[in-house]
């Protein structure tokens, strides 16, 4: 086996490692309340409903779909089961529709809202946050003060406050929504621009907030190699500008990108509740409405998703991370 | 640590950050002595704009927003230093055994660790929010807590590991000295900067998750906190309504409190770590 094969099976044992233990924590997590789950979340959710048949319908749903009557093991079993199957139960709220077919019309959209923002603020935060290391002086002092209040924002403050300014003062963009409602989703420019122009404040915000802490850290990072002895030394050889930057930035990079990997699952969450400001379509608007709703299976369909989805996004990092940085490269070969 | 002191003083970003968040602090502490009601009171119609009686509107309810605001900034920040305490209590002794005691104990504890920086806590936060029915601010504080240690963890690991190796230490341990006594005396002044910072930041982070779990739905009950404000205001649709001060006064103050927060973080960097001194 060769060494990055090596390093794969490694990582790839842990990321197992770590999503068995996810699924557990989701499945055993909201069982630890006392008493009954199901008698208890159908109380709750009856409340509102006179009709007795119904209430009974949504009681023996999930007493066979979660199991109750049997030991926690053998319903984790069936969870477990469940899951395989791509059957994560029936949701209370929208009864009798498949939590499934919820999440699979809702991932599109926020695939598509926060894969380019979160990557887009990534690439602009650390080529500022270079580039106000490297010039220092007054760039630097505006920049690093203004990135470090953008980062203490919250996601979702930063989403409110330009809702309220480019959408309802200004009317610029859509108050809501993936696309004007009255519209059927078909392949045309009206609905693509409709589509576009809803997409741009969510889009716009999780940007803002991304490129706020990047550049921090990318600034920080630089000024560190900045400092570091080969730096100096390069400059006495008479080396250029340009290269020793050159130098200086690819080490800076490799510590953002595991930092990438690292705080993705942060971006996610943050990024998210962006949704339900916009009432975009994505996941975070359901699990806003799953929460209000005391929708059980919807909320645990949805927490499971991002947790694997930011397995997934961490997993792929580390495993470019690996082609990519030479120390990497250079532990697998002491390996051998 | 008299010496380190005084550095902090002359630093601008440090002191600009602690005067912030000093003012902010002696403002919600004072503030509610002086004005005696109930922040809850319903006292005006609903979303009524900024005048001289009420300084900041009135919310949905017809509650003085000005009033809320000072209780949601006490709450706030209450909950936020208790998340801090426990992440890092929790971090540091996690990262105390692992780098101190090695060994298998420290694979254990490093995989765990690993693991649940990948999880994102903001999931466990809401799965354990979820399931709990009673929810106080001291709860909400806790759960966030319990849910941001691992990157503490790991970076006193890290430097743990490294200081266990230092002749200071061999010496402390062939004197006969108990471990305790070692990790006490020989190594936490080493880390004690670097737990002072981290606990800066768990206090802000800890500002921040509170904010995001009460904006889910998922916040404290029977308290006034700043997320529980901005819930009210989309709840409600206070932008609909144009009541921008039903939210964006909530929304400056956590960021000027994490802005203060992550300042004084920086500027005890830069002291601590002179070499990004820029």
Known sequence: ?336 | MKNSFNILIKSPKFMLGAGIFIVMLALVLIFPMINKKDPLEMIALAFQPPSSQLWLGSDNFGRDLFLELMYGIQTSIRVGLIAGVFATVIGLIIGLASGYIGGIVDNLLTSITNIFIVIPSFIILILISVSINSRSSLVTAIIIGITSWPWTARAVRAQTSSLRNRDHVHIAKISGHSTPRIIVFEILPYIASYVVMAFVLQTASGILSEASISMLGLGPYNTISLGIIMNWALVFEAPVAGAWWAFIPAALSIALITFSLYMMNTGMDEIFNPKIRS
Not at chain 1, 107 to 113: A, F, Q
Not at chain 1, 198 to 207: D, R
Not at chain 1, 214 to 219: C, D, F, K, P
Not at chain 1, 290 to 311: E, F, H, K, M, N
């Open chain 1, 1 to 336: 086996m060769n060494a990055y094969a090596k390093y794969f099976v490694k990582k790839l044992f842990w990321y197992l490692v770590t999503l068995v233990i996810a699924v557990s924590l989701n499945f055993f997590l909201p069982r630890m309340i006392e008493g009954n789950p199901v008698a208890m979340i159908v109380s709750q959710m009856t409340k509102g409903m006179t009709d007795s048949d119904t209430i009974k319908r949504v009681y023996e749903t999930f007493i066979q779909e979660f199991g109750v009557d049997k030991p926690l093991w053998q319903q984790f079993l069936i969870y477990v089961q469940n899951l395989f199957t791509g059957n994560l139960g029936t949701s209370f709220g929208l009864y009798p529709k498949k939590v499934t077919d919820i999440l699979a019309s809702a991932v599109p959209w926020t695939i598509g809202l926060q894969l380019p923002a979160i990557l887009v603020g990534w690439i602009l935060g650390n080529v500022l946050g270079a580039v106000a290391a490297y010039k220092k002086g007054v760039f630097d002092k505006v920049v690093f003060p203004v990135a470090l209040f953008v980062n203490s924002i919250p996601f979702f403050t930063l989403a409110i406050i330009m809702l309220y300014v480019f959408a309802l003062t200004l009317g610029w963009f859509p108050l809501s929504g993936g696309y004007d409602f009255q519209m059927i989703p078909q392949l045309s420019f009206e609905f693509i621009g409709s589509v576009i122009r809803h997409h741009t404040l969510p889009f716009l915000s999780i940007v803002l907030v991304t490129i706020g802490g990047q550049a921090i850290g990318m600034r920080e990072m630089s000024i560190y190699e900045l400092n570091a002895d080969y730096v100096l030394y390069s400059k006495l050889l008479g080396i250029r500008d340009s290269r020793i930057s050159r130098y200086v930035f690819r080490n800076a990079m490799l510590p953002q990108i595991t930092g990438l990997a690292l705080s993705i699952g942060t971006m996610v969450g943050g990024s998210l509740i962006c949704e339900i400001v916009f009432s975009y379509p994505g996941i975070g608007t359901w699990l806003f409405t799953a929460i209000r709703q005391l929708d059980y299976p919807l909320i645990s369909g949805c927490t499971l998703l991002i947790a694997l989805s930011v397995l997934l996004a961490n997993f792929t990092i580390d495993i470019i991370y690996g082609f990519i940085d030479p120390r990497i490269k250079a532990s697998q070969m002491e390996d051998q």
